[in-house]
């Protein structure tokens, strides 16, 4: 069974940086994709990175350039760097795990919350 689980989440100022990360345990297949996915209060949950198996990654234009998702093979974990950080990054932040095979699988973390605010 596919576990996964975030961290990382917490209270920082506008401007400043926060690292979420995103371990999963239990074993993936080759073909996969990890995602950051956040849902701001009273808003519906929505994309804002991911990575595939092969290193490829694809960022929400809101996100592009101050949020970077990264990789350690070696510690299953997706990691979700944030700079410069704004009022509106305000989420619960998700990880997603969609495991390409026969069946497709997908996997949700219960979530980190960040909050940015002075």
């Known amino acids: 069974q596919v576990q996964v689980v975030e961290s990382g989440g917490g209270t920082v100022q506008p401007g400043e940086s926060r690292r979420l990360s995103c371990v999963v345990s239990?074993?993936?297949?080759?073909?996969?994709?990890m995602g950051w996915y956040r849902q701001p209060p009273g808003a519906q949950r929505g994309f804002v990175a991911a990575i595939t198996n092969v290193g490829q990654t694809n960022y929400a234009r809101a996100v592009e350039g101050r949020f970077t998702i990264s990789r350690d093979s070696a510690k299953n974990t997706v990691y979700l760097q944030m700079n410069a950080l704004k009022p509106e990054d305000t989420a619960v932040y998700y990880c997603?795990?969609?495991?390409?095979?026969?069946?497709?699988?997908?996997?949700w973390g219960r979530g980190t919350l960040v909050t940015v605010s002075s």
């Open positions: 239990g074993g993936l297949r080759e073909l996969w994709v």
């Open positions: 997603k795990i969609d495991d390409y095979g026969t069946p497709d699988r997908t996997f």
